[in-house]
């Protein structure tokens, strides 16, 4: 009896120091949840509207947008000490997102896709020396 309450007794610490352990490695590692469902939609919906998709269009495009928003997260949350290894990453995270759209959307959706981009990207100064202290 005392052989079992000690073997008891010590599998349920082990169980719970391995619980803590899980919670902390969750705790580090990004994107444990995944990008959230509310914003996840909306972004989906936004281009839904102004591309005017078809239901499938949107299935497909929802599933695509999910894996470039938890990817996106992975690439900073791993490279976040390497900027210039980041922006690389991202870079072919776009290629590749084009690629999955090219596959999904009309040639005309596509256009849109590309003149929306365009308009909301911020143009990115090449002189080391605007912008900066000194």
């Known amino acids: ?17 391995a619980n ?25 919906r936004q281009m839904c509207n102004s591309l005017r998709l078809n239901e499938g269009q949107y299935i497909r495009l ?7 928003a938890t990817r996106l997260d992975e690439i900073i949350w791993q490279y976040k000490d390497d900027l210039t290894e980041q ?16 596959r999904i959307l009309t040639p005309s ?4 896709l590309h003149s929306e981009q365009q308009h909301d990207s911020v143009p990115v100064s090449s002189d080391p020396t605007e912008g900066g202290i000194g």
């Not at 009896?1 to 120091?17: E, I, N, P, Y």
């Not at 922006?87 to 090219?102: N, T, V």
Request: aromatic share 6%; glycine share 8%.
């Open 87 to 102: 922006r690389i990453r991202i870079s072919e995270l776009e290629a590749q997102y084009e690629a999955e759209c090219g």
């Open 20 to 44: 803590a352990q899980k919670q902390d490695r969750h705790a580090e590692l990004p994107g444990t949840g995944g990008p959230s469902s509310a914003q996840l939609s909306e972004t989906t």
């Open 62 to 68: 929802r599933a695509i947008n999910k894996i470039k």
């Open 1 to 17: 009896m005392k052989f079992l309450f000690t073997t008891l007794l010590l599998a349920f610490g082990l169980s719970g120091v």
């Open 109 to 112: 959706q596509l256009s849109m």
